[in-house]
């Protein structure tokens, strides 16, 4: 079965420094996405991709933030500058349009 | 505005018994309605969902879910849980180019 692969699983960064999630999403699959999930509590949506550009975003993703799919496979998730309550769970999901599909996740610690 | 409520944030169960975990939506149009399982430390495993139709949706794993319309609701249940089950539940809508989560239901199965 087809699946959502991110890496790294665990990544740790210092406060202030930039990290790059990355997702290899299905191939036959056109939506993107990214949600985050702080410890204990609700799993939480960032943004959506479409078409080669950002179709809806939450109040979290501020200006720290962006998403890239450089080169048709990959799908990433970049912090400029990461803070302290930036540690959390990261989702890749991608979706045909319904039903999304998603990756194991990244653990994000910022320390 | 548009939202899903898990009333549930813990649920014990008997290994063996029936299970009901509770759903409810607040939204508009009809919902496309989602619920996943989260195992401790993993990613995000849809169960099953509801787009139109049947209104009783059957997953996997014995899970299912009954879509009442007049009680918005989309509870999610299974006759006879196993100890695997033990994870948390996560109900969700589609609306507005995003899944919504609910704050999540945690299951405990004792023997």
């Known amino acids: 079965e087809p699946e959502v692969t991110q890496t790294p699983s665990h990544q740790v960064t210092q406060m202030g420094q930039e990290v790059i999630l990355r997702c290899v999403p299905i191939?036959?699959?056109?939506?993107f996405y990214w949600y985050r999930q702080i410890l204990g509590q609700k799993v939480e949506f960032l943004v959506s991709?479409?078409?080669?550009?950002?179709?809806?975003k939450s109040e979290i993703f501020d200006d720290q933030f962006s998403v890239e799919r450089p080169d048709g496979s990959n799908f990433t998730l970049k912090i400029r500058s990461t803070k302290l309550e930036d540690s959390a769970m990261y989702f890749c999901?991608?979706?045909?349009?319904?039903?999304?599909?998603f990756g194991s996740g990244t653990r994000l610690t910022v320390v | 505005a548009q939202s899903v409520t898990q009333p549930d944030i813990h649920i014990t169960v008997s290994e063996g018994a029936s299970l009901e975990l509770r759903c409810n939506y607040s939204?508009?149009?009809?919902?496309?309605l989602f619920w996943y399982v989260q195992s401790p430390g993993q990613g995000l495993q849809l169960l099953l969902k509801?787009?139109?139709?049947?209104?009783l949706v059957q997953g996997i794993k014995g899970f299912e879910a009954e879509f009442k319309r007049s009680q918005s609701s989309f509870n999610l249940r299974k006759p006879s849980v196993h100890w695997s089950d033990a994870a948390e539940y996560f109900c969700?809508?589609?609306?507005?180019?995003?899944?919504?989560f609910g704050t999540g239901t945690r299951l405990t199965i004792i023997p």
């Open positions: 509801y787009f139109s139709g049947d209104t």
């Open positions: 991709f479409y078409n080669n550009e950002i179709s809806e």
């Open positions: 191939s036959n699959h056109l939506y």
């Open positions: 969700a809508y589609f609306g507005n180019e995003k899944l919504t």
């Open positions: 999901a991608s979706a045909p349009r319904w039903g999304y599909t």
């Open positions: 939204y508009g149009a009809t919902p496309y």
